[in-house]
């Protein structure tokens, strides 16, 4: 089972649901379409936050902002 999924929820909506059951978060990023794509830590949180939020995931693809790179950070 994997840990990502794209809810249909903003970005503190998520955090603040995960943080009320104690689910903990590897990433955690807001899609350009509306919603946002989350990554649990563990499959267990995420398969609890599926059952939470079951009405709110966005099947199929979506877009998701381009990963940049600072060339600062290299």
Known sequence: MSRAMNLTL???EVKST???MAIRISA???LPGGGTHVVCVTSEGA????????SR???GKVKRFAFY???SSW
């Open 57 to 59: 995931i966005i099947e």
């Open 18 to 20: 995960c943080a009320a």
């Open 28 to 30: 955690i990023e807001v």
């Open 47 to 54: 398969e609890a936050l599926r059952d939470k939020l079951a």
């Open 10 to 12: 903003a970005e503190a």
């Open 69 to 71: 790179r600072s060339p």
